[in-house]
């Protein structure tokens, strides 16, 4: 774990003493937009058209962030016209690399050793956390945007006169509803969890504890009324949920201390992750042993030993009975 200060690698852990013990997330840097005609998007500039090959994703199959982008390229059908090179789950003092002994399937694109470097190439003098999701510019050789977020919009549209897969995950009559589950499951689920997990007082810890499981139970009380967050129709919202879901009782439960209760003992949760996981791609995109590993044998801090846990032995393919 570390980050680059004026383009040097520096291995470093999360500050959290400046700020009693919470965990604090950084924003990304990268903030331009792909567009269907490479009009600028919502900020950033322009110049980044939509075009088969051009675009490249490198992702974590362990990070909830950049699993929504492989969601989202499964469910709009852009395995073909945007490649991925996959770090290995490993993070250690030189962060993400591209250590195919590991299980990474190497840099794709430039050969890379080190996540950090695909940064240093687009910003030598780049100051800040090197993370994952990164969507690459293949024609103008820089970063697109590191924010997944973001990226999820754009593959969600800009693509679509492309593929002519119109599907659409953040339609504008449900934009405020999808903004609106966005705003609490961020700070009180996907954040929640590894503000409990690398708290380093007891404090942040219960306060982050008790904000995860209170929204738990909101969700699964919403859930038991319709198939999914803001209706019957799949958007935005269920693929950023899902990505921390799936990997709650593997890692949450355990390794971040979320155990008042597994997911599992949810009465409409599994279901919900289980209809999730069944569409599509979707399952493709899953995968446990990078994810295990990844939180087990890289947080040194939490896990000295890096000793991978063998279970929880859940079958996601099993009936969900929600449609
Ligand atoms: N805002 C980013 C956050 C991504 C993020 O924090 N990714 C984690 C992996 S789960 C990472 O790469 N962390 C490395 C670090 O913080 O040094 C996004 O959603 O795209």
């Known amino acids: 774990m570390g980050m680059l200060v004026d383009g040097q690698w520096q291995d470093v852990w999360y500050d959290t003493e400046s700020t009693g013990g919470s965990f604090k997330r950084e924003s990304a840097r990268f903030r331009n937009w792909v567009t269907a005609d490479g009009a600028p998007g919502p900020e950033g500039e322009g110049g980044f058209a939509a075009e088969a090959g051009r ?34 789950p490993i993070m250690l003092a030189n962060g993400w690399t591209f250590n195919r002994d590991e299980g990474s399937t190497g840099d794709a694109l430039a050969g890379r050793d080190f996540h950090y470097q695909v940064y240093t190439d687009a910003a030598p003098d780049y100051t800040g956390r090197v993370t994952v999701p990164v969507l690459w510019d293949k024609q103008r050789n820089t970063i697109v945007s590191n924010e997944s977020s973001e990226i999820i919009r754009m593959l969600n549209s800009a693509f679509d006169g492309i593929t002519g897969n119109k599907d659409d995950y953040y339609p504008q009559a449900l934009r405020e509803d999808i903004e609106r589950w966005n705003e609490r499951i961020y700070p ?23 904000e995860v499981f209170a929204e738990l139970d909101a969700l699964d009380a919403h859930l038991a009324k319709q198939r999914f967050l803001v209706g019957d129709q799949l958007t935005e919202a269920d ?11 593997a890692v949450y439960h355990g390794h ?32 446990f042993d990078h994810i295990k590993t990844h ?12 000793v991978v846990p063998l279970g929880p032995d859940i079958d996601f393919t099993r009936p969900h009975h929600r449609g």
């Open 188 to 210: 009180r689920v996907n954040n929640g969890v590894y503000r409990a997990g690398f708290a380093t007082s007891q404090a942040a810890y219960e306060e982050a504890y008790a």
């Open 239 to 249: 693929i950023r949920l899902f990505t921390t879901l799936i990997r709650f009782d």
């Open 55 to 88: 675009y490249h994703l490198y992702v974590s199959l362990a990070c909830p962030w950049a699993h929504r982008t492989l969601i989202m390229r499964a469910l709009k059908g852009l395995e073909d016209a945007i490649d991925v090179s996959v770090v290995s």
């Open 295 to 306: 939180y087990y044998a890289s947080h040194g801090t939490i896990n000295p030993t890096g």
């Open 256 to 287: 971040f201390k979320c155990n008042r209760q597994r997911l599992e003992d949810y009465a409409h949760l599994p279901g919900y992750v289980r209809d999730i996981f069944q569409l599509p791609g979707v399952s493709e995109t899953v995968d």
